[in-house]
């Protein structure tokens, strides 16, 4: 069972990245473990950082 406190249960359900990760550990493809908040600024952090070069003409 993941258990998220209530205010990433709001974020999660308004379909951000984190519902990804959420749904990844439910359906078993992430181990349950996963630290979903981590691996959630991970990629926000990656996707923040991709679209800054890309406005930037970086990449």
Known sequence: MITMNPVHAITASAGTGMACIVRGVA???L???T???G????IQG????VS??????GV
Not at 46 to 49: E, K, M, S
Not at 52 to 57: A, L, N
């Open 35 to 37: 630290d979903v908040d």
């Open 52 to 57: 800054t070069q890309v406005c930037d003409g």
């Open 31 to 33: 181990g349950e473990d």
């Open 46 to 49: 990656f996707l923040l950082g």
């Open 27 to 29: 359906s078993g493809e």
């Open 39 to 42: 691996v959630t600024s991970t």
